[in-house]
């Protein structure tokens, strides 16, 4: 009597149909070169190519080539050279076309030119703006497509048996990325996984990214908070208000955001950081006096979810100063001593203040001088006292004289 098949060999074989589920579920999803017809040739960007009219050249005839004009459907335009061969230098887009080869007004060949450079493999990163709002995937380019490069983006739920719902996507040339939108349809749980795949193609080539797993709870990243200002307190030497409004893409109504605010004074290089601020404003109290400061703001969802936004553009604010500070700081200092009548007395030397009076200019401190002139009227009024001194000591010497006798 054969035995039964143990747990293990029972999970195999469950897994197994479901493995081709899945398998069955992903095909469909070709990212190759799309294919050329047999009168097209693929050139390079930046290469050279030599296109050839016929095996053999034709004997005792001018072969003359020429290209087709952009936008002239059924006419020959530009002439080009001669020759049963034509050779092209660094090709461009622009050389895409449509060349042929005559002899007179007998048509020997015509070729498609498809200048093309294979797509860059999609690195992929998605977000959404808001709970209310679809899925955005993305990802840069290093160098312009080439002008048929295809982009396409499937998604389906993870560990479902199901078609992949396809989304073409858009290139943005300005900010050199392409961009597919996921719908998301209302009511749709945020929690359940999704698996996006992408594909960029084009007649050179074709390139798939790596398949990336996401909820749509995980990719939430809200846009910067906007109308972000700082505004001084009065008679708050160290306080600053700072206001900001939650961004457009963001409802209030059903979800809220917490923010984030940073903020230095310009002469700092390092942000002081506050967290967990659910009010759209914040009092600064320690800002230093005087000092113009930098302040920022960024969101995230109330509850966690996803990732914090870009940081706002910056805003700049001066706490308040008292007007007698500045009275008192934009007054001329004066070297003079002030007299008890509330008048200004004797000018002192600038040496006492540290100051270096170079130029002369004011005029109103003197500099000390070693040798001072002496007054002519200084040696009047000393002779003078001199000589009467001497007149009274004679006088009480001849007064006393006559006494004695």
């Not at 000092?291 to 553009?313: L, P």
Request: aromatic share 8%; glycine share 8%.
């Amino acid at each position: 009597m054969a035995r039964p098949p143990g747990p293990l060999l029972l999970l195999l074989l469950l897994l197994l149909p479901l493995r081709f589920l899945l398998r069955l579920a992903a095909a469909g999803r070709p990212c190759g070169p799309a294919g050329l017809s047999r009168d097209t040739v693929l050139g390079r960007l930046g290469a050279n190519i030599t296109l050839t009219c016929q095996d053999e050249e034709p004997a005792n005839a001018t072969v003359l080539w020429q290209v087709q004009e952009q936008g002239a459907a059924g006419a020959w335009g530009r002439q080009l050279a001669e020759g049963n061969t034509l050779l092209l230098r660094q090709l461009r887009y622009e050389d895409s076309g449509r060349y042929s080869c005559t002899v007179g007004s007998h048509l020997l060949r015509s070729l498609r030119l498809l200048v093309a450079e294979p797509p860059e493999t999609p690195q992929v990163s998605c977000y959404r703006r808001s709970h209310d709002k679809d899925v955005l995937c993305e990802w840069p380019q290093q160098k312009k497509p080439s002008p048929e490069t295809r982009a396409v983006l499937w998604v389906k739920r993870r560990f479902v048996a199901e078609n992949a719902t396809e989304q073409r996507c858009r290139y943005f040339s300005k900010a050199r990325k392409f961009v597919c939108r996921v719908k998301v349809p209302p009511g749709t749980d945020d929690t359940k996984h999704l698996v996006v795949s992408t594909c960029v193609s084009n007649s050179a080539g074709g390139s798939a990214g790596k398949d990336k797993i996401i909820t749509p709870s995980s990719v939430l990243k809200p846009d910067p908070p906007v109308n972000v200002t700082v505004e001084a307190l009065e008679k708050a030497p160290q306080r600053l208000q700072v206001n900001w409004s939650y961004p457009p893409s963001w409802d209030p109504r059903f979800y809220w955001l917490r923010f984030q605010v940073r903020y230095r004074p310009e002469p700092a290089p390092t942000f002081v950081e506050v967290d967990q601020v659910t009010t759209t404003w914040l009092d600064i109290r320690d800002a230093w006096r005087g000092m113009r400061h930098v302040v920022q703001v960024r969101a995230k969802d109330e509850f966690g979810h996803g990732t914090w936004s870009e940081w706002s553009q910056e805003a700049m604010g001066t706490p308040w100063t008292d007007p007698c500070d500045l009275t008192s700081e934009m007054e001329p200092f004066s070297s003079q001593v002030p007299m008890e009548d509330g008048t200004y007395g004797v000018t002192l030397p600038p040496e006492l203040f540290g100051e270096d009076d170079t130029d002369g200019a004011g005029g109103s401190v003197m500099e000390s001088s070693t040798h001072p002139e002496t007054s002519p009227y200084a040696f009047l009024v000393t002779g003078g006292s001199l000589l009467l001194g001497i007149a009274l000591f004679v006088g009480i010497v001849v007064q006393a004289d006559v006494v004695d006798k």
